[in-house]
C-alpha cells in the first residue's frame, strides 16, 4: 500500500508508529555525485512511517511543488514541524561533489526518515529520498543512494524563469550560470506528466543564446543515482549495543473481513542470547507480548487502516528493530 503524501493527505488523522529508537540523535550527510548539477538547500526530517514528502505515481503536494520548481523547503518545512516531525533545513547550495550534514532526532513516532531539495538545472528535478530506516545501535551507520525525480508539475520544456511554482522556467543563480546555462532558447515542446515520476534526466543543447535548451548538454546532463546518502547515529537511547535481536523477517499481513487480520513473520535472531518474544504493537500501542510468530487481531474498524509493528526481546531484555507493516480492513 502506497503512503499518503503529506498534504494530500493532511486531512485524515495521521496513525502513530514506533521508533527503532527512542529520543535518539543522528547525523545525516548527503554528497552529490553528478557532475555538473547544483542541489537547492536540502530539507531532511525523521517523521512517522505513514507520512511522505512524496509518493511516485502521485500527484505532488503544493510543498513539493514550491521546492521541485523554485527551492523553496519553507512550506515542507511546517507541515512537517505541524505533525511533530524533525526537521533540518539546509543554508546554500550544494554544488556537484559536495556535501552537507544534518542533524535530526528520533522519537517515540519518528522512525524513518526522508528528504528532498530541487535539482539545478531542471524545470521541477528533484533529489529525493523516502522514508528510509534509522540505524537502530549507537555508531552504526546506514548508507543509501538518491534518485532524481521529476515531479510533474511543470513541463519539462528547459528554459531559464523564475522559478515560481506555476510559472514555467528554472531559476538559475550565479552558481548554475557559471556552469554554463545559457539564455534565448525557444524551449522544448512538452508537457508536465501530472504526477511524481523518476527522472529521465535533461536533454540541453550546445547553443549558449539560443537552440531549443538553456540546459547545457555537455554539463547538465545526469544519471540516477544522483546522491549518496549515510545517516549515523551519534547520541540519545540505542536499542543495544549490537550484539541484540536482529529485526524479525518478512513481516506481512492477512485481512480476513471487515473487522479481523492476521500478522506473521520469520523469527529474529539474537548474537549474544536467545529471543524470549516479540511486542506487538498496534498504530503506536503496545497490545500483546508472545513468543509465537503470528498474531490474530480482531474487533476492528471496517475499511480503516491499521499498522502494525514487531520487534524482538532476548533474554538480557535488549530489544530489536521495529518492522512495521499496515493493513486495510475490508468495507
Known amino acids: 500500500m502506497l503512503k499518503k503524501p503529506l498534504v494530500v493527505a493532511f486531512a485524515t488523522a495521521l496513525t502513530s508508529a514506533i521508533t527503532v529508537a527512542e529520543a535518539s540523535e543522528f547525523e545525516v550527510t548527503v554528497t552529490n555525485l553528478t557532475s555538473g548539477i547544483h542541489f537547492t538547500p536540502l530539507i531532511v526530517s525523521a517523521h512517522t512511517p505513514d507520512a511522505a514528502m512524496f509518493n511516485t505515481s502521485s500527484q505532488a503536494s503544493p510543498q513539493l511543488q514550491a521546492i521541485a520548481e523554485g527551492g523553496d523547503v519553507s512550506a515542507m518545512a511546517a507541515l512537517l514541524e505541524s505533525i511533530g516531525a524533525s526537521v533540518a533545513t539546509g543554508d546554500g547550495l550544494v554544488a ?11 522519537s517515540s513516532t519518528n522512525s524513518v526518515l526522508s528528504l528532498t531539495g530541487m535539482l539545478l538545472p531542471t524545470n521541477d528535478g528533484f533529489v529525493g529520498l523516502n522514508s528510509v530506516t534509522l540505524p537502530t545501535s549507537m555508531g552504526t551507520t546506514k548508507a543509501y543512494t538518491a534518485r532524481g525525480y521529476d515531479a510533474g508539475t511543470e513541463a519539462n520544456v528547459e528554459v531559464v524563469g523564475s522559478g515560481a511554482p506555476g510559472e514555467a522556467g528554472f531559476p538559475a543563480p ?120 503470528s498474531f490474530f487481531n480482531e474487533g476492528l474498524q471496517s475499511d480503516t487502516d491499521y499498522t502494525f509493528s514487531v520487534r524482538a526481546i532476548d533474554a538480557n531484555g535488549n530489544a530489536g528493530e521495529y518492522q512495521t507493516v499496515v493493513l486495510r480492513t475490508n468495507p
Do not use: C, K
Not at 96 to 106: H, I, K, L, R
Open 174 to 293: 550565479p552558481p548554475v550560470v557559471a556552469t554554463g546555462t545559457g539564455t534565448g532558447a525557444t524551449g522544448i515542446h512538452t508537457e508536465a506528466e501530472g504526477f511524481v515520476t523518476v527522472h529521465r534526466g535533461v536533454i540541453g543543447d550546445l547553443d549558449a543564446t539560443g537552440g531549443h535548451s538553456d540546459i547545457n548538454a555537455a554539463e547538465h546532463r545526469w544519471q540516477n543515482p544522483v546522491a549518496s546518502v549515510s545517516i549515523t547515529m551519534v547520541g540519545g537511547d540505542g536499542n543495544n549495543d549490537g550484539n541484540g535481536p536482529g529485526a524479525v523477517g518478512n513481516l506481512g499481513g492477512l485481512v480476513y473481513s471487515p473487522s479481523a487480520v492476521e500478522i506473521f513473520w520469520e523469527p529474529a535472531i539474537s548474537n549474544n542470547s536467545i529471543i524470549t518474544g516479540y511486542e506487538i504493537n498496534r498504530d503506536g500501542e503496545l497490545v500483546e507480548t508472545r513468543d509465537g510468530t
Open 96 to 106: 556537484p561533489g559536495a556535501s552537507a550534514t544534518f542533524t535530526v532526532n528520533s
